[in-house]
């Protein structure tokens, strides 16, 4: 079946500082990708969709400036995490929809800011 | 504004038994929904789904039921296993699937040997 691969699993970084996330579809081509936050115990919520060639679409509330998406190529959608703060430690997901119907999730990136 | 609810933040029950778990939605819109299984510090992973133009979909030991005058979707695994011990995600998304998922906020399942 379809894979979404995410890199990195785990990430620990410094307040004030980037991280980058890959999000990349390995046996299909994704037009659109999802990025997800997801707090202990909360639901995954959107952040934004990431469409490529074409700027994202980003949730009420997401900073546009701070959580930067990059869909360059048909395969691969990056979320940069700008100037880092300890309440952006949380559980990033990408997913990216099969043309049909399923989504296809990512494992995930663990964010803490120290 | 909760677009798709899941009530019961936990469920236990027995191996071999059956387990049910309740998903519950208010966008009229909402046509495709889907069942995501999610290990701790791991990615969703897609279990079933169905359209609104069924009220069943069976995969296994998976099965989804779906009552649109209710607004109101089930999934049932049965017989019950201790690998099936994880969070279950309720989503839905409208235009036939090809909207965002909006997802509720899980149901931890502990299945007990």
């Known amino acids: 079946g379809a894979v979404v691969s995410q890199h990195p699993s785990w990430v620990i970084c410094k307040s004030g500082t980037s991280v980058k996330i890959e999000c990349r579809s390995l046996?299909?081509?994704?037009?659109?990708m999802f990025w997800y936050r997801q707090f202990p115990k909360q639901s995954l919520m959107l952040m934004a969709t990431?469409?490529?060639?074409?700027?994202?679409?980003?949730e009420q509330g997401v900073e546009k400036d701070k959580f930067l998406i990059n869909h360059a190529s048909l395969t691969l959608s990056t979320l940069t995490v700008t100037s880092a703060h300890p309440e952006d430690s949380s559980f990033y997901i990408c997913?990216?929809?099969?043309?049909?119907?399923?989504?296809?999730f990512g494992q995930g990136t663990r964010l803490t800011v120290v | 504004d909760q677009q798709v609810k899941q009530n019961s933040p936990s469920l236990s029950v027995q191996e071999g038994r059956i387990s049910i778990l309740n998903c519950d939605y208010t966008?009229?819109?909402?046509?495709?929904f889907l069942w995501y299984k999610k290990y701790p510090a791991e990615g969703p992973t897609f279990l079933i789904s169905?359209?609104?133009?069924?009220d069943k979909n069976e995969d296994g030991r998976f099965t989804v039921f779906l009552n649109k005058s209710a607004k109101h979707l089930s999934l049932h695994i049965v017989p019950s296993q201790p690998g099936d011990s994880a969070v279950y995600f309720c989503?839905?998304?409208?235009?036939?699937?090809?909207?965002?998922?909006?997802f509720g906020k899980g149901t931890k399942l502990t299945v007990n040997p």
């Open positions: 997913s990216a929809r099969v043309p049909g119907r399923k989504a296809f």
């Open positions: 046996d299909f081509q994704a037009t659109t």
């Open positions: 990431s469409n490529e060639g074409s700027k994202a679409t980003y």
């Open positions: 966008n009229s819109m909402f046509d495709y």
């Open positions: 169905i359209s609104s133009i069924k």
């Open positions: 989503a839905a998304s409208a235009q036939g699937g090809s909207e965002k998922l909006v």
